[in-house]
């Protein structure tokens, strides 16, 4: 049996062995030139990494994020040095849905003779058992050592499409502080898109990373610059407004964790806040593949 970890977010597919790409494919009846992230799977050839899919509210509707699965299991089976295996996948879902659609999302992913074919190994595996865990709060699992001393904890998770929220007290979930805010980076990237194309410049979600890295290869570096700055700026500080607004002292404990955390770990630790953390975007599927037990 591989136990294994996936964080299914809108953004971006992560796994426990450290796999990550972009939630989205193009697909076609005939093979891609390249068989990199190259997936076959029931008559279709996928892309994977290529025009992330819309956001979707409920996973279970669509084959997506079933797919999006696929490639991270052929990468724990290769690992493993194993083509034909019982699978026991632990995921997650946001806080705000977790309660009405757990049951749901376990039994979108049990399934029997799932065969396909990725970068040019064929595999076949069962989906034996799935359990889905509340994300943020995963994260912190793996971590539970070096934060034991914080008797309070607020762990704030940002994410693509979503910024969860909850406190923690002695690592027992206080429940009346979950909360899922429609504040992901998605906006911050929109809105450094919106302001660059005013200038004529155009660039992928990949570059306006690199651009807030400050890994900047374009002639007008200089505007480059200024927007991403006055973006993010107004970004972080919005954020930080929001969970205010919720109630939240940000001047006690607080851990952020996931993609948008990682990438604006520099904005997270200034004045005003007590950032005792800030987890990788591995840190929930991380967590997930560690409470399987």
Not at 117 to 133: Q, S, T
Not at 183 to 206: C, E, F, P, W
Not at 217 to 244: F, G, M, P
């Amino acid at each position: 049996m591989i136990k294994l970890g996936i964080d299914n977010g809108n953004y971006n597919t992560k796994s426990s062995e450290g796999m990550l790409y972009a939630s989205g494919f193009a697909v076609s009846d005939r093979e891609f030139i390249t068989p990199e992230l190259q997936l076959y799977y029931e008559g279709n050839y996928y892309a994977i990494g290529e025009r992330r899919l819309r956001f979707q509210q409920d996973k279970t509707r669509e084959q997506d994020t079933f797919i999006l699965t696929l490639p991270a299991i052929a990468e724990a089976m290769k690992r493993s040095g194993v083509a034909n295996a019982d699978i026991m996948l632990g995921v997650g879902l946001p806080i705000d849905s977790y309660g009405t659609q757990k049951e749901a999302f376990r039994q979108y992913f049990l399934r029997e003779n799932v065969s396909f074919v990725f970068e040019g190994a064929a595999y076949r595996c069962r989906i034996a058992d799935c359990k889905v865990f509340a994300q943020g709060h995963a994260a912190l699992c793996r971590y539970y050592p070096r934060l034991q001393e914080y008797r309070s904890i607020t762990l704030v998770d940002i994410g693509g499409y979503t910024v969860d929220v909850l406190t923690v007290h002695n690592f027992r979930l206080d429940r009346a502080s979950c909360a899922s805010l429609r504040m992901g980076t998605i906006i911050l990237y929109s809105r450094i898109q919106d302001a660059l194309q005013k200038s004529g410049i155009l660039l992928s979600d990949v570059l306006i990373t690199d651009a807030i890295r400050g890994k900047i290869q374009h002639t007008d570096r200089r505007k480059i610059e200024e927007a991403v700055e006055q973006e993010v700026s107004a970004y972080c500080k919005e954020l930080l407004n929001a969970l205010r607004e919720r109630g939240l002292d940000l001047r006690l404990p607080t851990v952020f964790v996931g993609g948008g955390a990682e990438l604006l770990e520099s904005r997270l630790c200034g004045d005003g806040l007590n950032t005792v953390a800030v987890l990788n975007r591995f840190a929930n599927a991380d967590g997930y593949k560690l409470l399987l037990g």
